[in-house]
């Protein structure tokens, strides 16, 4: 039996000894593409190539094995995973492909000659697709492969028409291998052939020739570097060689599928419900710890969406089994002792993913118990109201607020002899991935200007970029553009636009760092710089307005940035290299960058951590990378090629894209990274930092902002002026502002507890006319009083009172309302020998909804919230209609 590992290295050496240069792996989070949550096949990381957006190219084929990822969007058929042969949320895609190189003849002869003679199918196990109008493929498959007309199979565009991988980039034609599994794996049609939707016939290599470049309008211009994108699973190729009769049964899979049998303690084949909830659990661990381990974690947009949703969906599967302790992260170990030699990066911090797998597993069995109770009660109220359908809307607010499984949904109704709107389900679903899709760095890009920027590259070549070492430069206009993205050949005093020159000294937004400012100037004309942004390109878009003069295109300017603002931009990034080196020293290594901002006013640096840090925690990072300034250690910038940078330990920071040399910023031995950003000489140059704050932007995720220089120097400054002044006014020194604020917080709350009691005395006094302001419903007395800054504890004791005096037959409703934060507390008390009739959980809540809260308790006491007291009396109001249409 071939293992899954050689088929790995076959593959590639097979491709190797064609000409082939070896890619590694990219990210399953897509650098530079908006389009895309996750790669999702192997032609991800080249599509800049076919467009012909990377000149000169730095190799014409390539052979990868590439980790992607399909639960979210185009492509993905979640629901099926684990039922099937063909699907999965994570798999490894084997490609080689071509750019501008080879084409459909060597890609199909060598695709035949690696499965016939390599691995060795048998021949007569083997069928092809090709799409219909593709007689090029055709020819060659059956003149000179050789395969008879009964093998090849002509299908559509639905099968055999690939990509974009996302909305824009290469598509074309297909032509697909086919292995035949055995005539009982299927359907059992007479149309049952090649692309029938059974078992039968299992579709495991997929050649598509890219011959289009899809535009976001949806038309398609011919391909700069047309070529050759296959993709191979190799979950597909173990499952035929291994000669198992699924991908869970191989190499691959199979131990995990084992261990978390062994864990649940069942069976696994002992029926088809358990085969299938265990492939899914199989499935979704190997896809949880690689998403996981590139920094994304559980939340409720984006990528994290995702996340969240394959996780739940796991151990949804193995609640349906009957095991109801978190388990997911036990698992872990499993994937990385499979595939952590040849994914290094999951070996990284496998104690942090098991605790933010295990923490969410924690939480989504607490929400499960909460939906429970939740559709409960939604179903009790559409039989109420007499119809026989759920609304999609509450559907949909179980799945999203509450993470409940539709189909749980669907079958907890049925068993009550109720329906769910499906229909109006899917329409919130797919709103809420619009908004998700739109929610993430990067959607907002030049896509208006794609075609423009195109013309200009072909016409005069990218902007080169000289702001690394100098600040100002002689450069050529070659394009004008207004606002709306129209190409003009002039502009004058007091036009808004956007220029791009030849070369530049501006540095555009990217990798967090804001885009530069400053002039561009030619004689007495003058065109002020407010932003700097670089397309996916490399073209530098220089957008301002004319202060005096005209410019033209063709113009030969000064370009020149604004000098203190980029020193105090590149003081800002030279600390955030820092500050992440301070964390992973002081917090822990499994800190990843997740997002950036570097100004010329602060910092912010986005992380993985599950916890707030602790105020020892930052104290010590600050420390450290004031400590690092004080060294005034040398600032390298180095350009190297991208594998060397990644064995001398260089991290490559979130959602940034890189080429095959890149350029790297060595800071001693304390700090190593990726990045195209500007920095300074000598950490010295910083001069002071300081942490401003730390906080939670998601859930796994903490944002620190920092300053750095003189606005650092502004903040110490303000807080040493406001210690100065306390001091003063406490007539204290400032080693005792500590305790002197306790003293007097202490004071504070004694005095509000004696003046509650005089509160309480005064209220008693009043218990006579509150009950006097009762009104009555069919001979029940209905109290309701509002009062101002009371405890809830005050309230409790004044409707208890109220109670002792009137006995039976009577209705509480008292309102607290705190006039600092607007806020309302409800208290609800009912006589025991109504409370049957008049629950005071029920009215409490009536009361609580009218005033935007919520609440709940007994029968007898109850209390709520909310956050309207202007609303109050209309509540009232309604609780006294409600009381009499209870009691009617």
């Known amino acids: 039996m071939i293992s899954s590992k050689e088929l790995r290295r076959i593959f590639v050496e097979f491709f190797k000894e064609r000409g082939h240069q070896h890619v590694p792996s990219s990210p399953l989070i897509p650098p530079d593409d908006p389009t895309l949550l996750f790669t999702s096949a192997g032609m991800v990381q080249f599509k800049p190539l076919w467009a012909g957006m990377v000149d000169p190219l730095p190799y014409r084929r390539?052979?990868?094995?590439?980790?992607?990822?399909?639960?979210?969007?185009?492509?993905?058929?979640?629901?099926?995973?684990?039922?099937?042969?063909?699907?999965?949320?994570?798999?490894?895609?084997?490609?080689?492909?071509?750019?501008?190189?080879?084409?459909?003849?060597?890609?199909?002869?060598?695709?035949?000659?690696?499965?016939?003679?390599?691995?060795?199918?048998?021949?007569?196990?083997?069928?092809?697709?090709?799409?219909?109008?593709?007689?090029?493929?055709?020819?060659?498959?059956?003149?000179?492969?050789?395969?008879?007309?009964?093998?090849?199979?002509?299908?559509?565009?639905?099968?055999?028409?690939?990509?974009?991988?996302?909305?824009?980039?290469?598509?074309?034609?297909?032509?697909?291998?086919?292995?035949?599994?055995?005539?009982?794996?299927?359907?059992?049609?007479?149309?049952?052939?090649?692309?029938?939707?059974?078992?039968?016939?299992?579709?495991?290599?997929?050649?598509?020739?890219?011959?289009?470049?899809?535009?976001?309008?949806?038309?398609?211009?011919?391909?700069?570097?047309?070529?050759?994108?296959?993709?191979?699973?190799?979950?597909?190729?173990?499952?035929?060689?291994?000669?198992?009769?699924?991908l869970y049964e191989t190499d691959l899979l199979y131990p995990l599928v084992s261990s978390a049998s062994e864990l649940i303690g069942v069976n696994y084949k002992r029926d088809l419900e358990t085969t299938l909830s265990m492939n899914v659990v199989a499935d979704h661990i190997r896809g949880l710890v690689f998403v996981l381990s590139e920094g994304v974690v559980p939340s409720n947009e984006g990528r994290g969406y995702v996340l969240r949703r394959v996780l739940r969906r796991a151990v949804r599967h193995y609640k349906k089994l009957g095991y109801d302790e978190p388990c997911l992260y036990r698992l872990v170990d499993v994937v990385i002792d499979i595939m952590g030699d040849e994914y290094p990066q999951i070996k990284s911090h496998p104690e942090q993913v098991k605790k933010v797998i295990r923490l969410e597993e924690e939480r989504f069995h607490r929400t499960l118990s909460q939906g429970i109770e939740l559709l409960n009660k939604i179903i009790e109220d559409v039989k109420?109201?007499?119809?026989?359908?759920?609304?999609?809307?509450?559907?949909?607010?179980?799945?999203?607020?509450?993470?409940?499984?539709?189909?749980?949904?669907?079958?907890?109704?049925?068993?009550?002899?109720?329906?769910?709107?499906?229909?109006?389900?899917?329409?919130?679903?797919?709103?809420?991935?619009?908004?998700?899709?739109?929610?993430?760095?990067?959607?907002?890009?030049?896509?208006?200007?794609?075609?423009?920027?195109?013309?200009?590259?072909?016409?005069?070549?990218?902007?080169?970029?000289?702001?690394?070492?100098?600040?100002?430069?002689?450069?050529?206009?070659?394009?004008?553009?207004?606002?709306?993205?129209?190409?003009l050949t002039t502009i004058e005093k007091g036009k808004e636009a956007r220029l791009v020159l030849d070369e530049s000294p501006f540095y555009g937004e990217a990798g967090g760092q804001v885009g530069d400012t400053g002039r561009i100037y030619l004689n007495e004309s003058i065109f002020e710089v407010k932003d700097t942004q670089r397309t996916p390109g490399n073209i530098f878009i220089h957008t301002g307005v004319v202060r005096e003069g005209k410019f033209k295109v063709g113009d030969i300017v000064n370009a020149e940035v604004d000098r203190d603002r980029r020193l105090a931009i590149m003081r800002h990034?030279?600390?955030?290299?820092?500050?992440?080196?301070?964390?992973?020293?002081?917090?822990?290594?499994?800190?990843?960058?997740?997002?950036?901002?570097?100004?010329?006013?602060?910092?912010?640096?986005?992380?993985?951590?599950?916890?707030?840090?602790?105020?020892?925690?930052?104290?010590?990072?600050?420390?450290?990378?004031?400590?690092?300034?004080?060294?005034?250690?040398?600032?390298?910038?180095?350009?190297?090629?991208?594998?060397?940078?990644?064995?001398?330990?260089?991290?490559?920071?979130?959602?940034?894209?890189?080429?095959?040399?890149?350029?790297?910023?060595?800071?001693?031995?304390?700090?190593?990274?990726?990045?195209?950003?500007?920095?300074?000489?000598?950490?010295?140059?910083?001069?002071?930092?300081?942490?401003?704050?730390?906080?939670?932007?998601?859930?796994?995720?903490?944002?620190?902002?920092?300053?750095?220089?003189?606005?650092?120097?502004?903040?110490?400054?303000?807080?040493?002026?406001?210690?100065?002044?306390?001091?003063?006014?406490?007539?204290?020194?400032?080693?005792?502002?500590?305790?002197?604020v306790e003293a007097l917080l202490s004071a504070r709350k004694e005095l509000k507890k004696e003046i509650q009691k005089l509160h309480q005395q005064a209220l008693l006094t009043q218990i006579d006319d509150i009950i006097a302001s009762a009104q009555s419903v069919n001979n029940v007395k209905i109290v309701t009083y509002k009062l101002y800054d009371v405890q809830t504890e005050a309230l409790r004791n004044l409707a208890d009172s109220i109670k002792s005096k009137v006995k039976n037959n009577v209705v509480i409703m008292l309102a607290g309302v705190d006039k600092e934060s607007n806020k309302v507390q409800l208290i609800c008390s009912v006589s025991a020998d109504i409370a049957d009739k008049l629950p005071a959980n029920k009215l409490v809540n009536e009361v609580a909804k009218q005033i935007g809260g919520g609440g709940g308790g007994r029968a007898q006491m109850a209390q709520a919230g909310g956050k309207h007291p202007e609303k109050l009396d209309d509540a009232f109001q309604l609780l006294r209609q409600s009381i009499a249409e209870l009691l009617s």
């Not at 697709?129 to 395969?147: C, F, Q, R, T």
């Not at 000289?466 to 993205?485: C, F, H, M, P, S």
Request: negative net charge.
């Open 384 to 487: 109420k109201s007499g119809e026989k359908v759920i609304d999609g809307k509450e559907v949909f607010r179980l799945y999203d607020t509450y993470g409940f499984p539709v189909d749980l949904t669907l079958e907890i109704a049925a068993e009550e002899g109720v329906d769910i709107d499906r229909a109006g389900f899917e329409r919130c679903l797919a709103e809420q991935k619009r908004i998700a899709r739109a929610s993430w760095k990067g959607a907002q890009t030049f896509e208006k200007l794609e075609t423009q920027l195109k013309d200009i590259i072909q016409e005069y070549g990218r902007t080169r970029f000289v702001g690394y070492g100098q600040l100002e430069t002689r450069a050529n206009i070659v394009a004008i553009l207004d606002l709306q993205d129209h190409r």
């Open 573 to 740: 990034h030279t600390a955030t290299h820092l500050l992440q080196g301070a964390l992973k020293r002081i917090v822990g290594s499994h800190i990843t960058q997740s997002g950036s901002l570097v100004h010329p006013e602060y910092l912010r640096f986005d992380f993985t951590h599950i916890e707030p840090l602790s105020s020892e925690q930052i104290y010590e990072v600050e420390r450290m990378v004031n400590q690092k300034i004080m060294e005034d250690i040398p600032v390298e910038a180095m350009e190297l090629p991208i594998e060397e940078a990644k064995k001398l330990g260089a991290i490559a920071p979130f959602g940034e894209k890189y080429g095959t040399i890149v350029r790297v910023i060595k800071i001693g031995e304390f700090s190593m990274e990726f990045c195209g950003g500007t920095h300074l000489d000598r950490t010295g140059q910083i001069g002071f930092f300081k942490i401003i704050s730390e906080s939670s932007i998601a859930t796994g995720i903490r944002r620190i902002e920092a300053k750095a220089g003189l606005p650092a120097f502004e903040e110490f400054h303000k807080a040493t002026s406001t210690i100065a002044e306390l001091s003063a006014r406490l007539s204290v020194p400032p080693e005792q502002l500590i305790s002197q």
């Open 62 to 246: 390539a052979v990868t094995v590439q980790t992607c990822f399909r639960a979210g969007g185009k492509g993905s058929d979640l629901e099926n995973v684990g039922k099937t042969l063909r699907h999965l949320t994570f798999f490894e895609m084997l490609g080689n492909f071509s750019f501008g190189d080879y084409f459909k003849r060597e890609a199909i002869q060598w695709a035949w000659e690696f499965v016939t003679q390599v691995v060795k199918m048998p021949r007569e196990r083997l069928y092809v697709s090709v799409h219909y109008e593709d007689e090029e493929a055709y020819k060659i498959w059956n003149e000179e492969i050789g395969l008879s007309s009964d093998r090849i199979v002509a299908l559509g565009d639905e099968a055999n028409f690939w990509g974009p991988a996302g909305e824009t980039g290469a598509c074309g034609p297909c032509s697909e291998i086919y292995f035949d599994m055995g005539e009982e794996r299927s359907c059992g049609k007479p149309t049952c052939t090649v692309g029938c939707d059974c078992e039968r016939y299992l579709e495991f290599w997929n050649m598509v020739f890219p011959q289009f470049d899809q535009q976001p309008d949806g038309t398609r211009l011919p391909l700069k570097n047309r070529g050759i994108d296959t993709g191979m699973g190799l979950e597909r190729l173990a499952c035929i060689v291994q000669n198992k009769p699924t």
